[in-house]
């Protein structure tokens, strides 16, 4: 059963944009923090961005002051607009659920930045 359903990835210039979408249940949008994360080749998953039920908003060191998050409560929908993308964004880029159940993965999304 699949919870997250990713949307939004593809290939990108260098210095490009693009803009990842996650829907979810009403349920799962309402008690969980929602967010993206992202993994590269030979590296380790990290956080680009996190936004709490309530609107908090946390940024990975690496994407801060280039992305944006944020939440549609009419659509269960979280969205990450990502802006000037380097050759480091490309990844597979996770949507996120968090909350006391643990965290939920979506399936992932590829994103590919080229030169």
């Known amino acids: 059963q699949v919870h997250l359903v990713e949307s939004g990835g593809g290939l990108v210039q ?3 944009s693009l803009t990842l979408s996650c829907a979810t249940s009403e349920s799962i949008f309402n008690n969980n923090a ?10 380790q998953r990290e ?4 936004i709490s039920s309530s609107g908090l908003i ?3 060191d690496s ?3 280039r992305v944006t998050i ?3 409560n009419a659509k269960n929908t979280v969205t990450l607009q990502m802006n000037n993308l380097n050759i480091e964004d490309t990844g597979v880029y996770y949507c996120n659920a968090f909350g006391t159940s643990g ?8 994103v590919t930045v080229s030169s």
Do not use: E, F, I, N
């Open 14 to 16: 260098t210095g490009g």
């Open 34 to 43: 929602l967010g993206w994360y992202r993994q590269a080749p030979g590296k």
């Open 47 to 50: 956080l680009v961005a996190r």
């Open 58 to 60: 946390l940024y990975g």
């Open 63 to 65: 994407v801060r002051g």
């Open 70 to 72: 944020s939440r549609d």
């Open 103 to 110: 965290h939920m993965w979506g399936q992932g999304t590829q």
